[in-house]
C-alpha cells in the first residue's frame, strides 16, 4: 500500500471531553505519525469550505455551529494507507452505531458531536490539508 497523508480533527466535544491523549495514543499505536499539529479554533472561512457539500442540508447551521464551538486538534497523519486507516479507528459516522473499540464508538454519543474527523479520499485530504494547513 502506498504512503498516503490524511487530515484528521479532534472535534471540540473530544477535546471538551479531555480525550485528546487517547484518542492520539491510538492513532499512534496503529502506526500512523503525527506530522503537523495544532490546537486552535476553526475559523469560519475553514468551517465553510470544509463542509462545503453540506451546504443546504438540514444539519448544516448546526454542524459549522457545533465545529466553531471551541478548539479542535488539526493534524495531518501519513502512514501506509493512513486515509482508510483513520476510518476504520474512528467508525462510522454516527457514534450510536460504531462498534466498541472504534473512537467513535468508544468517546462519542450523537450524530452531531461525533468526536474525530478524517478525510474521506486522499483527494479530500489534500484538499483539507490546504483548507487547515495551507497559506
Ligand atoms: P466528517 O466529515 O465530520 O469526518 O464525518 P463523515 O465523513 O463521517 O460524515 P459526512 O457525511 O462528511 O458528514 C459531516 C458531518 O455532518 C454531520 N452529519 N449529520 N444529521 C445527519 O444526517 C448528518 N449527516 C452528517 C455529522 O456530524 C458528520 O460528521
Ligand atoms: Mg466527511
Not at 442540508?57 to 495531518?76: C, E, N, Q, R, W
Not at 462519542?108 to 468526536?115: A, P, R, S, W
Amino acid at each position: 500500500m502506498a504512503i498516503e497523508k490524511t487530515y484528521s480533527m479532534l472535534k471540540p466535544d473530544a477535546v471538551r471531553n479531555h480525550h485528546i491523549g487517547e484518542i492520539i495514543a491510538r492513532i499512534e499505536r496503529a502506526g500512523l505519525t503525527i506530522e503537523r499539529m495544532v490546537l486552535e479554533p476553526v475559523t469560519p472561512e475553514q468551517a465553510a469550505a470544509n463542509y462545503a457539500e453540506h451546504e443546504g442540508k438540514p444539519f448544516y447551521d448546526g454542524l459549522i455551529a457545533y465545529i466553531t464551538s471551541g478548539p479542535v486538534v488539526k493534524m495531518v497523519v501519513s502512514g501506509e494507507g493512513a486515509v482508510k486507516k483513520m476510518r476504520t479507528l474512528m467508525g462510522p459516522t454516527n457514534p450510536a452505531e460504531a462498534a466498541p473499540g472504534t473512537i467513535r464508538g468508544d468517546f462519542g454519543l450523537i450524530m452531531d458531536e461525533n468526536v474525530i474527523h478524517g478525510s474521506d479520499s486522499v483527494a479530500s485530504a489534500e484538499r483539507e490539508i490546504n483548507i487547515f494547513f495551507g497559506e
